[in-house]
């Protein structure tokens, strides 16, 4: 029976890029009230690798301190120092039932908008084995592309809605118009393609200045 063997490459921090989920200098502030200042490093979901799913924030007072590890119980915000087109913060939110995970916080008013990026797994077979070019054995190897996420919540909701998401099957578009069914003055501009996936800010901006219930 063929043997089937999958080699990761890759797979841990080497492609996590973006600066906020490596070790960046900030500000943890925690529910007790404590503020710590130092390095700071929050995990990056990948798509289908439930294994990588860890939601703690990592804190050290340094680069070479001691590494302490700080759940959704006892963090409050996280604040980077890093220069940022679109400022905010970063904080945990109710993705689905019971779990939680960090997200920025670009907009606050009757919705938030938040955004995390997640990276996007794809898998491609080697033909030859470059370890043994006889073997029968089939080699995988894996590579990954970042994406950004966006979702909103109201003030009365639990849980995050996603507007743009890797995991969702309906477009942006028919998202948006179910979500902001209840502002007519919104909709009609959004049947109307006035509002496009690189216009989720200024959509979600909108909604909190012209629709009043």
Not at 77 to 86: E, G, P
Not at 178 to 205: A, G, M
Request: aromatic letters at 14%; a negative charge.
């Amino acid at each position: 029976m063929k043997i089937r063997l999958t080699l990761i490459f890759l797979l841990l921090n080497c492609f996590l890029s973006y600066a906020q989920y490596e070790w960046t200098s900030g500000q943890l502030i925690l529910k007790n009230g404590d503020s710590l200042i130092g390095f700071i490093q929050i995990p990056m979901n990948v798509a289908r690798l439930v294994s990588l799913g860890k939601s703690e924030v990592e804190f050290k007072e340094d680069m070479q301190g001691y590494v302490n590890s700080y759940d959704k119980s006892q963090v409050e915000k996280i604040i980077f120092n890093t220069y940022d087109a679109n400022p905010g913060y970063y904080e945990y939110a109710l993705l689905k039932k019971r779990k939680y995970r960090i997200f920025k916080l670009l907009l606050d008013g009757k919705v938030k908008l938040y955004t995390r990026t997640v990276a996007i797994e794809h898998k491609e077979k080697i033909i030859d084995n470059p370890y043994n070019p006889n073997s029968d054995v089939d080699v995988f190897k894996y590579h990954y592309e970042e994406e950004q996420e966006f979702y909103v919540i109201r003030e009365d909701e639990t849980k995050l809605t996603p507007l743009i998401s890797h995991y969702s099957l309906s477009n942006f578009k028919n998202r948006a118009l179910k979500y902001f069914s209840d502002c007519k003055d919104l909709t009609e501009y959004l049947k109307e393609d006035l509002y496009e996936e690189i216009d989720i800010i200024e959509l979600v901006n909108d909604y909190n200045l012209i629709c009043e219930f």
